[in-house]
């Protein structure tokens, strides 16, 4: 894992997350025999991340302290577990194997494993939580997200405290905010409010279940591969294509063009980041008057959708009036 200076690029620290420096095969390369497979996350100065990819070879989970990359605490034995594996009734000496980026969740460190669902540990001391392999070895993927008391994955909403499986979200692309989870799927923008309900359990009991209730959907968006929301615009990323919509008037104010499936989606100070699997890195800003003049009396390098200056006008005066 490397830490490297954003305005010069120069190397802070790097840490080693295996025992030594073994090397094996992997996709067409030599590589560590303990990659970085567990994408970092980082709070409290805090960064996590896991190394490792075969239980038996064993896996490393990590705390370091960002400044300097020092060790906070290590899990070396999320490996090594004896413990239910996913044909029911069967147990074995096997472990956690990250895959997917690291998720922090108030004390709780989630772990995507892959087709698998995510494991949890104490973020403050590394502590193994849970992992579920047999309970839910039907569910998993290397995306997941917290939101509340609930994390998402694969399509479904778990606790956080405890894994256990909450709520059905249902497939695509999922965003969410302080109020609604937002969701894309089969050219479909959807959102979703939260709700607590009373349902009996299997014995007759009552108790509280989370719902999803419907508030709003529209049509006409790409077949998402990357969505994030930003304040009050929804980004939707597909094949060569990235448009916005607006959640207050509930309609896609402005589109463009890419070279690529769009798989990186990031706002910051203004400017929306987009990546696609063709190389290429854009960024995009609001437009202003100024900025109307220079982009339409000059080619911007490298991006396409721009030869049609027609459609690059309308489309700066949508976004000047709209004032966003």
């Not at 460190?109 to 104490?122: H, I, K, M, N």
């Amino acid at each position: 894992l490397y830490a490297i200076k954003t305005d010069t690029g120069q190397l802070l620290w790097r840490h080693r997350g295996g025992p030594d420096q073994q090397m094996v095969l992997g996709n067409g390369r030599i590589i560590s025999k303990w990659p970085a497979r567990g994408g970092p996350v980082v709070a409290d100065n805090t960064v996590y991340y896991a190394a490792g990819i075969w239980p038996s070879d064993g896996v490393l989970i990590y705390a370091l302290d960002a400044d300097s990359g020092e060790v906070s605490w290590v899990n070396d034995t999320a490996g090594g577990r004896y413990m239910p594996q996913p044909h029911s009734t069967a147990e074995a000496k096997s472990g956690v194997s990250a895959q997917g980026y690291l998720v922090v969740a108030g004390d709780h460190l989630l772990v995507p494993t892959g087709r698998a669902v995510p494991a949890s540990f104490d973020r403050r001391t590394g502590r193994f939580e849970y992992f579920h392999l047999q309970k839910y070895g039907h569910y998993g993927s290397a995306a997941a997200m917290a939101t509340g008391g609930l994390f998402l994955n694969s399509g479904n909403a778990f606790r956080i405290d405890t894994g256990d499986r909450e709520a059905s979200v249902g497939a695509g692309e999922l965003a969410t905010t302080e109020t609604e989870l937002v969701r894309a799927t089969e050219g479909k923008l959807e959102a979703y409010a939260w709700e607590k309900k009373e349902r009996p359990d299997r014995k007759g009991r009552p108790q509280d279940v989370m719902t999803l209730r419907a508030l709003w959907s529209i049509d006409g968006v790409p077949e998402a591969t990357a969505l994030i929301v930003a304040g009050n615009r929804v980004i939707v990323g597909g094949q060569d294509s990235v448009v916005a919509v607006d959640r207050d008037q509930r309609r896609i104010v402005w589109s463009t063009d890419v070279d690529g499936q769009v798989y990186g989606l990031a706002a910051a100070d203004g400017l929306l980041l987009v990546s696609t699997d063709s190389g290429s890195v854009y960024c995009f800003a609001a437009a202003d008057d100024k900025l109307s003049k220079s982009a339409t009396s000059s080619e911007p390098a490298g991006v396409s959708g721009t030869e049609d200056r027609d459609f690059a006008e309308v489309a700066e005066q949508i976004l000047r009036r709209s004032g966003t």
